[in-house]
């Protein structure tokens, strides 16, 4: 399998990409299509003695930075390294492509490049959330501030199939983050996507109140972007600040209780850390395309071509596209039945 | 001072509410009035041998339910110990209240019998989030969950005013809870909020993003009731997870190890406690009015009566009445001259 990486996306680039690639051919098996300035890639290669092994180079001039408009990315940087890469998925190069670059751009390329499934309406950034049992997927993170209910229904059915397929959890439960359990909570939106939900075929439990996302009770969270931006911050900021409110507490530990905590602390650290996660998946695009965290190191990226090539491996894309296509010949039978 | 306290409101009344009633006369020097059964106070107060001095009880015929619609308090329920103690609030016979009963029901009670303040379009209901530099006042926290951009503007000058009289802290810093730090962020309710708040005279300081949040880079955070409910709850439910987190980590850390980290982790669970800082106040009321939690006991009953006296003696709800009078002079004047 062939995985596309951008080697210019993230605060490490392209040092830290490479050493992903070279992670990931050598434990996955894989082969990476790495984009990017050819230049700076081989000079952090030879430096670093990163073999190259299983890995071509596909030249790209550009960057699209931070600081880029979204846009950019089909306009004045449509020879970015991010564009290149999302053209080589199109046209088969590759069966994933996976970036630590501007978010916004990633959805913008993906969405006008790599193209939308048909039948989706709206592609959404699905981070993945740890909870007590695991983890649970966000379904918006942050792609779509406003949405309407079919949106929501279709962020159900795509986050329902990712757990299925790459997490390997069968009729995953899927719940409307909400402010009360109740079917009558909520804003206009909550309770119309809570009809549509409730008449599909998922494993829908109803509403879940933000409160009971910790422990796990639901397995796809369904909410608009601004608020799954919200619930996926406060996540981050929280995990943050519980991290040094622990520190804090073993400064007084003496040598025995450090070193005895020590171990805790980092198991604490790591069922928080996104580096062993992954990255979000943009769930909604014809190929599964990985947006790894800005800040990733080699590891980081190296989880980010795993997840890639889970969601190839698992078909994702294609069993969104199956459902949707079921669903919509199951409507029109129900249409000319009646 | 006069607080009126509902006995019937919250999962242990009336015992709980009787025992934190019991220790504001003796530690804040307030007197209490006491909304409810009379038969059932006197006999919890005679069975757990509370003294009912500086108590008087305001009989009250019936209780509203948490399952009872809100509306309930202006119909079949309007002789309940809430309503009785909103309408003793009105007519002078306390200057604040607080209950633990159903928060729909107070909101509404609020509005409809103690009314708004002249010029408040609605209510906030706003809790305080614990931080790592005190607390920030979650404005609204769940009473709109659907607002207009001058309503946020409202909640930015409201909270404003309490962080400076309750809490002392002169000049609090206004943020709008949203997506992305840049002024062109958020929605529309957003975008046109920033714009209202950036022309007042609060201190205004744009945008938070929710990761900011914890570490208390605001103190007046601006937000929809929808949103400001999740992030509400998911600092409670995240606070929790946490909490057993902790206790998971200590379970085997022996004798000596447990008895060190007992003093912590109730040092943690403090800092992440309702019953410490009091209840949410409803901001926008002609009179202080405080939810206490529905499980409250004793002590977070008198944390809540508390909080109650230090709205009196701030002159809050004063306060919020005279800058809006001061606002609508000086637009008003603003409007003559051109």
Chains 1, 2 share one sequence.
Do not use: W
């Not at 490479?18 to 050819?38: P, Q, T, Y």
């Not at 075929?201 to 422990?215: H, T, V, W, Y």
């Amino acid at each position: 399998m062939k995985i596309i990486l951008d080697a210019m996306g993230g605060d490490y680039a392209p040092l830290s990409p490479l050493e992903g690639a070279a992670r990931a051919v050598k434990e996955l098996g894989v082969s990476i299509v790495l984009c990017g300035d050819e230049a700076k890639i081989r000079q952090a290669a030879e430096e670093k003695q990163i073999p190259l092994d299983g890995i071509t180079i596909l030249p790209a001039e550009d960057v699209i930075t931070m600081e880029d408009q979204p846009t950019a990315i089909m306009k004045e940087k449509k020879n970015c390294s991010m564009s290149v890469g999302l053209q080589a998925l199109s046209s088969g190069e590759g069966e994933a492509f996976v970036s630590a670059g501007n978010s916004g751009a990633l959805l913008v390329g993906a969405t006008m490049i790599t193209r939308r499934i048909k039948g989706i309406k709206r592609a959404a950034m699905a981070p993945l959330l740890p909870t007590g049992n695991g983890h649970a997927i966000l379904m918006d993170g942050g792609a779509n501030l406003e949405c309407r209910p079919e949106m929501l229904e279709q962020f159900g059915i795509m986050g329902s199939v990712y757990m299925d397929k790459v997490m390997q959890l069968p009729m995953p439960r899927v719940a409307i983050i909400n402010n009360g359990a109740e079917e009558c909570k909520g804003r206009e939106l909550e309770q119309e996507a809570y009809k549509l939900l409730d008449a599909d075929d998922l494993n829908f439990i109803g509403n879940i109140e933000a409160r009971d996302i910790p422990s796990g009770d639901a397995d796809v969270l369904v909410t608009d972007g601004f608020t799954g931006n919200i619930v996926l911050k406060l996540y981050e900021g929280l995990g943050k600040f519980f991290g040094s409110k622990l520190k804090e507490m073993f400064s007084g530990a003496g040598k025995i209780g450090a070193v005895f905590m020590r171990d805790k602390i980092t198991d604490f650290k790591d069922s928080f850390d996104y580096k062993k996660v992954g990255g979000a998946v943009l769930l909604g695009i014809q190929k599964p395309v990985i947006k790894a965290h800005g800040s990733s190191d080699g590891e980081a990226f190296f989880h980010a071509i795993r997840q890639a090539k889970k969601c190839a491996d698992g078909k994702v894309c294609e069993t969104i596209s199956e459902s949707l296509a079921a669903r919509k010949a199951a409507q029109s039978a129900a249409a000319d039945e009646s």
